[in-house]
């Protein structure tokens, strides 16, 4: 199994009473800290406001990030889960990623998605599309993209894009163009997407929903004649990790206290929904284990969340310690 690691950029409250002045130190160190280690991957969000609900709170920019990790390291693949397709036009995308590749020497992963947070579409004037339409979108973008990496120039007269010779020079440095991610579940279109284009897919990473909608793509693949066996199927996975279960339960209600302070009890309470009892929660074996089912499932690439990583390494340290080894 493969593991990637997000790095607090402040989206989901976590780099919250850290002045802004150490924003940048703090994601730093732990993207160096990544780069050393056992990880193949860091990866950061592409949202402009926090979630659950916006906050006047730090949310970095993406891709000002990813040429930033790919000055500042050196062997970490860079990737963002995942890039909103509508906030910026693919062509001028494909453009960013390709110079940021050259500067990484050709680590970029470009995960790709239609997006859904729809309080910043309105606040940045994207209006907000149906979720057809975004999809339909996301669809012409990732065939500009994969053009525009492949031929180094790119046209399509879409209903939603229109590039007419669009050059993208210098061309990625890998050899096959950036690595495209397609994330999300949807069955019918997002799924089909990534029959189609994908190099990796990322969806549901519980048991059940992970087996389900690999079954889905695989039909998808047999529809458009792609090869199932050949597109790498991902999973994130928000960590809590303890010695014993007590350390669990603390961490736990660090977090809950920590989001309470920010967001009230209400909002704290759900997104500590998104942890507890599922598998990422646990003591190292707890977490090997329900990992291990997973793999056999053909969940080969984890990517993985530590929600008190801006503050406090332990976790971090003990997953890379216990879990890493017996997974990889």
Known sequence: MRFGLFIPQGWRMDLVGIDPVDHWST??????????????????????????????????????????F?????????????TCMAYRNPAYLAKVASTIDAISGGRVEMG??????????RAYGYGFPSAGERLAALDEGVQIMRDAWRDGSATLAGRHYQVDGAIVQPKPLQENGIPLWIAGGGERK??????????????DGTLEGFTHKSSVLAEHCREVGTDFTAITRSANY?????????????????????LTASIGAEQAAGQLGSIRDLPGAGTPDQIIANLSALRD?????????????????TGLRLFE??????LQ
Request: charged share 15%; proline share 4%; net charge negative.
């Open 321 to 326: 310690q216990e879990v890493i080894p017996a």
């Open 27 to 68: 994601m730093s160190g732990l993207a160096a800290h990544a780069d050393a280690g056992p990880w193949e991957s860091i990866w950061v969000y592409d949202h402009f406001h926090t979630t659950p609900v916006p906050t006047q709170e730090a949310t970095h920019e993406a891709w000002s990030l990813m040429a930033a």
């Open 190 to 203: 997002t799924l089909r997407t990534a029959a189609k284009y994908a190099q990796y897919t990322n969806f």
């Open 112 to 121: 790709i998605g239609a997006g859904w947070y729809e309080h910043e579409w």
């Open 238 to 258: 928000n960590i809590a990790i303890g010695h014993t279960q007590d350390e669990v339960d603390n961490r736990l209600s660090w977090l809950e206290g920590h």
């Open 70 to 82: 790919a000055a500042t390291t050196s062997r970490v693949r860079l990737g963002q889960m995942c």
């Open 297 to 313: 499932a053909g969940m080969t690439y984890a990517i993985l969340y530590f929600p008190e990583l801006a503050y406090d390494t």
